[in-house]
């Protein structure tokens, strides 16, 4: 299993960029992909994740109508489209794959490396 992050950079405040992130995973089925930010000093925070089977998308309040995830199932590849983008946004990105249980909600299985997003102001 690889999850292939990038995409990060700096960019100004106000401005764009699409994170991507490849996945080899032996299956797609009951594949829920999210990606989660990490701060200095902070703890891993997840943002967004998508059912890879059916696009079914949901988000944290702090991202909404600012961040988008999409996924291309021919590349196996999901997207965190990020618009307006903030110094507060500055952090690691990561994708990850794992599955929505009924006890605990959404599991991670695999983590991909992080890809850093700097935002000046």
């Known amino acids: 299993v690889q999850l292939q992050a990038s995409g990060g950079g700096l960019v100004q405040a106000g401005g764009s960029l699409r994170l991507s992130c490849a996945a080899s995973l032996t299956t797609f089925n009951d594949v829920v992909m999210g990606w989660f930010r990490q701060a200095p000093g902070e703890d891993r925070k997840f943002l967004s994740r998508?059912?890879?089977?059916?696009?079914?998308?949901y988000y944290t309040l702090a991202v909404q109508g600012r961040f988008t995830i999409s996924r291309d199932n021919t590349k196996n590849t999901v997207y965190l489209q990020m618009n307006n983008l903030k110094p507060d946004d500055t952090a690691v990105y990561y994708c990850?794959?794992?599955?929505?249980?009924?006890?605990?909600?959404?599991?991670?299985?695999?983590w991909g490396k992080g890809t850093q997003v700097t935002v000046s102001s």
């Open positions: 990850a794959a794992g599955r929505i249980t009924v006890n605990a909600g959404y599991v991670v299985d695999y």
């Open positions: 998508i059912s890879w089977t059916t696009g079914g998308a």
